[in-house]
């Protein structure tokens, strides 16, 4: 946790009550994710993007591949409304932080 929120690879999520420093876990409910398409090929992207679609009869699960700043990568699944089927384009990922959550680890 750093300046009062934590890092994650969608995004900024704010840690009110933690102190400066500590361990955190997020937990971040597959509705709060939005997926907005880009138009680069996914050969020359370092962002994130839809590895998979389900359709779920009234909306659909995908499965991310979230790169964070660091470099490190977060296998998500985001609920979206409606049939979603992406091409093969670089994908942005934004996040709604009232559907997320953030718990202080224990040492």
Request: charged share 20%; proline share 7%.
């Amino acid at each position: 946790m750093r300046n009062g929120a934590v890092n994650t690879p969608v995004g900024r999520v704010p840690a009110v009550g933690l102190a400066e420093g500590s361990d955190a876990l997020i937990m971040i409910r597959p509705e709060a994710l939005r997926i907005v398409e880009r138009d680069l090929p996914a050969e020359v992207h370092r962002h994130s993007h839809v590895v998979m679609a389900k359709l779920l009869g009234r909306t659909s699960l995908l499965h991310l591949c979230a790169h964070g700043e660091n470099g490190l990568e977060a296998h998500l699944h985001a609920r979206v409304p409606g049939c979603f089927y992406p091409q093969k384009a670089s994908r942005w990922i934004f996040i709604s932080i009232f559907l997320a959550f953030v718990f202080p680890l224990s040492s």
